[in-house]
C-alpha cells in the first residue's frame, strides 16, 4: 500500500515538472533542461581543429602543386668568361740584360657561374630572362634545366626600354609557362618565387605575398655591376636573391604574373618584379618582328601640367627639352623648347602623355603633331622609327 502511494506522487510530482517546463512557466524549457543535463566536453577538446587542419593542408598543398607543375620549366642561366689571373710579369732577354723588358700579362683562366634564373616560353626553346643577366658582351651564356641538361645560348635579343631579355636554346619539347595577367593582381594575395638563389642553389622556391605595386626601383646584377632604373614593378615579400633575377614570380593558379628583377639592399623581405603584361607585349612583339622593335620619336620631354600652363600663359602638352640627332623627330622639323598639344588631333595632358600616346603605335606609323613654337602652332608629320 505504501509503495503503491509513493509511485502515484511520484508520478503526480513528473507530471508537474513537465507541465512546468511544458507551458514555460519559471523561465524554463526543454532547450534549458538538456543542457542542465548535458555532460561537460573534457578539457581540451576542440571541434574546430579538424577544419583548421584541413586548411593548412589546402594551403600547402596549393604551393607544391604549384611548384610540381611549374619548376620543370624554370631554368638556370650560366656564364662562362674568361678573366686574367695574378700580376702582370716582366720578361728580360737573357742574352740582352741591358735591353729592354717586356711586360707578360697574367695567366687567364675560364669561369662558369650561375648568374641568373629564366622561364621557358616556347617549346622550341625561347627563354625569357632579365637584360642585366646577360649583359656582358662577348660572354658565353648556358642554359640548364631542372633536370640538368645545359644549352649554349645560341642569340640573346635585348629589350631596349625593359630589364628583359629573350635567350634562344637549340632545344625540343620544353614545357612553356602559363602567362597570368598582372593588371588584376592585387595587395596581399600570395606570391611564389622560383630561381636559382644566391647563383648557387638552383629551383629555391620561395613563399610571400605581393606587398605593393606600382613601384620604381633601380635593377642591376651584383655579378656584373650593371644597373637600370624600372617603373611601375611589383613588390613582394617573397625571398629574391642574387641569382633568382629572370625566374617567375607565381601566382597561386601556377600563372607567371612577375619576372623577378632586383632586391632591396636597404631593406629586409622587400623584392621586385616586372609585371608579366609587359613582358607579354614584348614577347608578341618579337614573336610578329622578331625583335623588340618599339616605336621610337626620339624627343627628351617634360609635360606640361594646366596650372603651369595658366601661370605661365603657355599651353598645356609636352615641352621638348632635346631632339635626338638624327632621329625620326628631328627629320620632320621638331626642335628644342616646341610644345606638342597634340598627336593626331589628341590632346597631351599629364594623365594623357606623350609616351603613352607613342607607345600604342607601331614603327613606320606617320602621326601628326601639332607644335606651340613662339607663340604659333604648327603641324608637322612624323614617321616613327624604332630603337634598338
Do not use: C
Not at 689571373?85 to 720578361?91: E, V
Not at 616586372?274 to 618579337?286: M, R
Not at 622593335?293 to 603657355?314: D, H, K, T
Amino acid at each position: 500500500m505504501k509503495m503503491r502511494n509513493a509511485l502515484i506522487i511520484a508520478a503526480a510530482v513528473f507530471l508537474l515538472i513537465g507541465g512546468t517546463v511544458s507551458a514555460g512557466w519559471l523561465g524554463l524549457n526543454w532547450s534549458k533542461v538538456d543542457q542542465m543535463f548535458r555532460l561537460p566536453k573534457s578539457a581540451g577538446s576542440s571541434f574546430t581543429l579538424p577544419s583548421e587542419r584541413l586548411k593548412v593542408v589546402e594551403e600547402e598543398n596549393v604551393i607544391t602543386d604549384v611548384v610540381d607543375r611549374v619548376s620543370s620549366s624554370v631554368v638556370t642561366v650560366g656564364i662562362s668568361q674568361t678573366r686574367r689571373g695574378g700580376a702582370d710579369m716582366f720578361q728580360f732577354n737573357p742574352f740582352d740584360p741591358n735591353g729592354p723588358s717586356e711586360s707578360v700579362p697574367g695567366r687567364g683562366a675560364t669561369i662558369d657561374q650561375d648568374i641568373g634564373s629564366g622561364f621557358v616560353i616556347s617549346a622550341d626553346g625561347l627563354i625569357v630572362t632579365n637584360k642585366h643577366v646577360v649583359s656582358v658582351p662577348n660572354a658565353k651564356y648556358r642554359v640548364i634545366t631542372k633536370d640538368d641538361k645545359s644549352y649554349d645560348v645560341v642569340k640573346i635579343y635585348r629589350d631596349p626600354d625593359n630589364d628583359l631579355a629573350i635567350v634562344k636554346i637549340n632545344a625540343t619539347g620544353l614545357t612553356p609557362v602559363e602567362m597570368g595577367d598582372s593588371d588584376k593582381i592585387k595587395v596581399g594575395q600570395k606570391a611564389i618565387a622560383i630561381g636559382t638563389a644566391l647563383g648557387e642553389f638552383r629551383n629555391t622556391v620561395t613563399v610571400g605575398v605581393i606587398s605593393g605595386v606600382g613601384r620604381g626601383i633601380t635593377a642591376g646584377s651584383p655579378f656584373e655591376g650593371s644597373a637600370e632604373k624600372l617603373d611601375n614593378v611589383i613588390q613582394t615579400d617573397a625571398a629574391i636573391n642574387p641569382g633568382n633575377s629572370g625566374g617567375p614570380l607565381l601566382n597561386s593558379a601556377g600563372q607567371v604574373v612577375g619576372v623577378n628583377t632586383a632586391v632591396s639592399s636597404e631593406g629586409q623581405g622587400i623584392g621586385f618584379a616586372l609585371p608579366i603584361n609587359t613582358v607579354k607585349d614584348a614577347v608578341n612583339n618579337f614573336n610578329t618582328t622578331g625583335q623588340f622593335n618599339r616605336p621610337f620619336m626620339g624627343v627628351e620631354y617634360r609635360m606640361i601640367s594646366r596650372q603651369v600652363a595658366v601661370l605661365n600663359e603657355i599651353p598645356e602638352g609636352a615641352y621638348i627639352m632635346a631632339v635626338v640627332e638624327g632621329s625620326p623627330a628631328a627629320k620632320s622639323g621638331v626642335t628644342a623648347e616646341d610644345i606638342i598639344t597634340k598627336i593626331n588631333g589628341d590632346k597631351l595632358t599629364t594623365s594623357n602623355d606623350l609616351a603613352k600616346i607613342i607607345g600604342k603605335k607601331k614603327a613606320g606609323d606617320a602621326v601628326t603633331l601639332t607644335v606651340w613654337r613662339d607663340g604659333k602652332e604648327k603641324t608637322l608629320t612624323v614617321t616613327l622609327g624604332t630603337q634598338e
